[in-house]
């Protein structure tokens, strides 16, 4: 992680962001400013990869005791009673398991990475064993569905917890995904907000130009933004005559010369207001999560029902994540010259929710009991640094 340790956190190193379409890469990268900092961090990068030392590595991170660490010290693992018998244990997650313990505390981006191979394993496995799995093709598009569907239908299990003084004795699942959606970091959601924004800035600027040279080729927009438009059209309708309007007028979007990227052209006088703008929108992703009432949902809702709720949250927060980190158009998140202590925090999130979604995959699997969920519950509970 080639972060310098501050009083606050990291400062940042190597550069770009993320996406694909059709299952090629697409970036909609930015590449680093062109500043005296940036260059110093850049020059950094440049005697590490071309002189790898450990040791010059290992002094570009925060030490091990840093606070943005401390959420380590209260994570509890799953310890199913069942696996007490080795042979009840899922052998392939468990094997990405040990490899995305082994990143924490210091790298819960690529402790994310693994723990995703164990997710996606583990929700194949769901889908192949269920009636969906008569299909003639397996896609993540189809298995998270059907894992949205199977946790929809568990919302209103209830998960006794240990006796705890001032404590629950015991909480639905719906009310811990609550609990955890409601700690999401400002970034976990910015990052949503801002693949939103820049394909609804891309979108009308191509309408405006419809016919001219200045049109932006659709396969550079990200596939989390088809993804999220597709897939969530009553909420994106919402942003997109809001905030999203917004946005779009404070945007001068062209093509890169270098035609892998966008340029979104936001003069810097109006930095400060896209922000803003990124912000509310995270704001608004994340009221509509926390207000919906289990068993709500009607059609032209932004949810239509349970299981739309809870695949929005894997697709959203998770899959898009996911898709940034694996195909390769993204510097790896926590050294990424955009990077900052508050990105620590974001990917400890990040991984902490995907555990927390694995361990409800495991569930509808019949690899742990209710009961079993205890220790994901005390991870919700988890404040990050």
Known sequence: MLLTATADGPVVFAAATHDKQAGKPTPMATTPNNNAATQQKLDILKNLVTAYSPERHQAQMLPIG???????????????????????IPYVAATSLLDAYSQLPRRPDLAFNALWSATNNAYNDLYLSGPAGGSDQLTD???????????????????PLPAVAGGPAQITVFELLKNYTASATDKNLHFVAAYVLRGI?????????????????????????????????????RIASSTGAKYAQLCNVSEKANRTEIDYGIAGANADKARKLVH????????????????????????????????????????????????????????????????VSSSSWTFLFCYCYLSLIFLCQGHVSLADLAPIYENSRIALT
Request: charged share 15%.
């Open 66 to 88: 840093h606070a943005r660490y401390g959420w380590h010290q209260q994570f509890r693992h799953l310890d199913p009673a069942g696996w007490a018998t080795p042979q009840n």
């Open 141 to 159: 598009s189809r298995s998270i569905k059907n894992v949205a569907d199977a946790i929809a239908g568990r919302l209103n299990n209830v998960i």
């Open 201 to 237: 800035a891309v979108e009308t600027h191509n309408t405006t130009n419809a016919g001219t040279a200045a049109v932006v080729r659709t396969l550079l927009i990200p596939s989390s933004y088809k993804s999220f438009k597709k897939n969530f059209p009553v909420l994106h309708a």
């Open 280 to 343: 509310a929108t995270g704001l608004i992703i994340q009221q509509e999560i926390q207000s919906y009432v289990l068993g709500s949902g009607q059609p032209g809702d932004v949810f239509e029902a349970d299981a739309e709720w809870v695949r929005f949250q894997i697709l959203a927060l998770l899959y898009a994540s996911r898709n940034a980190a694996a195909h390769g158009n993204a510097a790896t998140r926590l050294n990424s010259v955009f990077a900052d202590g508050e990105s």
